[in-house]
């Protein structure tokens, strides 16, 4: 039996916003690095380091 592990990281490939899944929240925050946050550019269309099909917020 295969179990689907989704990603709890990811890294956007245009302006470094970091973030993390937040089980609680269930949203993705923000890293914090030196208690600043991660969030990149704000006007930033990310685009993510993982898979693209992958969406945890059912739509
Ligand atoms: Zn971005």
Do not use: K, Q
């Not at 609680?24 to 693209?52: K, M, S």
């Amino acid at each position: 039996m295969v179990e689907v592990v989704p990603p709890l990281e990811r890294e956007c490939l245009r302006c470094d916003r970091r973030d993390t899944w937040s089980e609680e929240a269930a949203t993705w925050v923000a890293v914090e690095d030196d208690g600043e946050r991660l969030t990149g550019r704000p006007h930033c269309l990310h685009d993510w380091d993982i898979n693209g099909s992958f969406n945890p917020i059912a739509e």
